[in-house]
């Protein structure tokens, strides 16, 4: 059973890694609207804003999120630990998953503080489901710890 567990907690973290490669927020102001993927949040990237009055586009730069970071980082070693049979790597899934869902849900609070005035921010289905696969991962590493502990099991 625990085994079972260990396979779906991996499977997990590799498609929270592997869907940061997908839209994560969109945001909007006026006529412009961006849209940003979980890599590009992680570490940084350039994107081009058509000027509407000239006609021309400049270049802005978006700097990587620390807190998006983070969460990526918190994914690979979740993917890490579940290569991992012994104890603490469950408890490394744990932290790795809630951590890593705790800090995307403080991204959605600081993006929401930054914006400007008629700016808008629209997390995106694939942003949700990173949070929505930490957090299972995290629950079911609570789950596997508390089945291994239990004696009657073993």
Known sequence: MIEKLRSII???FIASTIL?????????CGTVNVTFSGMELAFGTTY????ILSGGASEKKFEAQPTV???????????VFG???????LLGSLIAGASGALSLIYFTQW???????NATVHFLFW???VVILFFGAAGLSLYALSLQSDPKLE
Request: positive net charge.
């Open 10 to 12: 991996k499977i997990k």
């Open 20 to 28: 940061f490669l997908m839209p994560f927020i969109n945001i909007s």
């Open 48 to 51: 081009k804003q058509e000027a």
């Open 69 to 79: 970071t983070f969460a990526l980082t918190m994914a690979l070693f979740g993917v």
């Open 83 to 89: 290569f991992f049979k012994r104890k603490p790597a």
């Open 111 to 117: 993006i929401a503080n930054q914006k400007g005035g």
């Open 127 to 129: 942003f949700w489901l």
